[in-house]
């Protein structure tokens, strides 16, 4: 039962990330309530200890700590559900997307061999053998 409720969550997609609507929701009142709180709680207690210029300013501060409260309450209330499954590509694979996307391989292969800056960055990456495999096979 449990797992046909998970199934029938709704997802939205928010900047490129998909969530769970209802938490989306959740997050978002929880964030504006404290921030909102913060700003009024200001509002009440520095009139009585701060420069009335400055009252203001000291209550949007209030309300801005309210928001990062809000931000480590959600963080702790709502974990990431993505499962990241990390697979070596081949040289083969990587070719053929190149393709798909008419792009010029043997171009960028150059442009890696000619820069040792960027050859060292692939390699301490783990990904230069993956550009280079084919190139070598040649040889």
């Known amino acids: ?3 046909q409720q998970k ?3 709704s997802y939205v997609e928010v900047i490129g990330d998909t969530v769970y609507g209802k938490h989306l929701i959740a997050t978002i009142s929880l964030s504006i309530s404290l921030s909102l709180i913060g700003f009024f709680i200001g509002k009440q207690i520095f009139p009585h200890i701060a420069p009335e210029q400055m009252v203001k300013s000291y ?8 928001s990062l409260i809000a931000l480590l309450i959600n963080t702790l209330l709502f974990k990431p559900k993505r499962i990241l499954n990390e697979t070596p590509n081949t040289s083969a694979e990587l070719t ?3 393709q798909k996307l008419q792009f010029d391989i043997e171009e960028e292969r150059e442009a890696i061999l000619n820069d040792p800056v960027t050859a060292q960055e692939m390699k301490e990456q ?14």
């Open 1 to 3: 039962m449990a797992q």
């Open 7 to 9: 199934n029938k969550e």
């Open 59 to 66: 209550s949007l501060l209030l309300g801005i700590a309210g």
């Open 96 to 98: 053929a997307v190149y």
């Open 126 to 139: 783990g990904i230069y053998d993956m550009f280079m495999e084919e190139k070598r096979e040649e040889h």
